[in-house]
């Protein structure tokens, strides 16, 4: 295809395929997890990263064994998995039909937290404004600052993604037992010292070494976040999840061209480096969340004791 506008069109037409798939995918992954809501969430959103890291790989080994058209092997996993959900859909409907009378009932008790939404998002528009920043960056930061190829540089950002993958699947284990608003806090704290020497470092072996636990720290706030604003408004988990899975995501991207320009200013390291303010403020904005779990526990107390009270009498 030579037609620049034509491709715009369907890279526009791709991204809107996305933003349609992710809402409904969270709100019924949200319906089917069970109590552990979160653990489900980490998977959803481990596939998503597990895509980020091969997808690259595999279309650079289609277009270099069979050109441009190599791409259209890519349509082949698409296609199957399009088919398997349309199959499946009847069955998603019904199970939410179903279920439909009861949880309008558990809904009239539950009351939408937008102020705590806000503030969620803007913590999960810092994490995306680091990931964004090392996605975009991180290949060029290894072939310029640490004199590495450019497929080093790949392997690297693979690492980081990889890595990310097993943070989002242990934020979903750890997350019913310490609670999302800790597994937030940890992830940024960690993240920051992480970061920070990751950018001092210079030797490309032990700076692909702190990639590891750098990249862990970065992903593991992600699924306790998306899960927290399903709970945050109960009473749209669809408009939680579109924000927090596609717009608090991509605007991270926004920032991207603004760390381009201090990049060519300053150089890489500079840009790089001014995303070492975005884990202290999300740790901050984290901090002022409220404990969902905690409430959920101190009902589950309350109604434990309240029926002892009434066996006792």
């Excluded at 959900?85 to 539950?110: A, G, P, Q, R, W």
């Excluded at 060519?264 to 001014?274: E, K, P, Q, V, Y």
């Excluded at 404990?291 to 309240?306: C, G, Q, S």
């Amino acid at each position: 295809m030579q037609n620049y506008y034509l491709i715009i069109l369907l890279v526009a037409l791709s991204g809107i395929g996305l933003a349609l798939f992710h809402p409904e995918g969270a709100r019924l992954t949200n319906r089917f997890a069970g109590e552990n809501k979160t653990s489900a969430v980490s998977i959803f959103a481990a596939g998503g990263n597990i895509g980020f890291a091969v997808g690259p790989i595999l279309t650079t080994t289609m277009v270099l064994a069979f050109g441009l058209k190599g791409t259209l092997i890519l349509c082949i996993p698409a296609v199957v998995m399009g088919g398997i959900l349309l199959y499946e859909s009847k069955n998603f409907s019904n199970e939410v039909s179903s279920d439909k009378e009861l949880d309008n009932i558990d809904k009239k008790e539950e009351v939408d937290e937008w102020g705590a939404f806000g503030r969620l998002t803007l913590t999960l528009l810092c994490r995306s404004t680091v990931f964004f920043g090392l996605n975009t960056f991180l290949t060029l930061y290894y072939m310029n600052i640490l004199k590495q190829s450019e497929v080093q540089g790949s392997i690297a950002l693979s690492t980081l993604i990889v890595v990310g993958a097993g943070g989002t699947l242990f934020a979903g284990k750890l997350s019913s037992k310490i609670g999302n608003k800790k597994l937030i806090i940890i992830g940024y704290s960690c993240l920051l010292p992480l970061l920070i020497l990751f950018l001092n470092i210079k030797n490309p072996i032990l700076a692909t070494i702190i990639l590891i636990p750098l990249g862990f720290f970065l992903y593991m706030p992600y699924s306790p976040m998306v899960a927290l604003g399903q709970k945050y408004l109960p009473n749209h988990l669809g408009l939680a999840s579109g924000i927090t899975l596609g717009l608090g995501v991509t605007m991270g991207g926004l920032v991207s061209p603004i760390l381009g320009y201090v990049s060519d200013t300053h150089g890489i390291h500079a840009a790089l480096s001014c995303l070492i303010v975005m884990p202290i403020i999300a740790a901050v904005l984290a901090r002022k969340l409220p404990v969902k779990e905690a409430d959920l526990k101190n009902k589950a107390i309350l109604k434990n004791n309240a029926s002892q009270v009434v066996a006792e009498n």
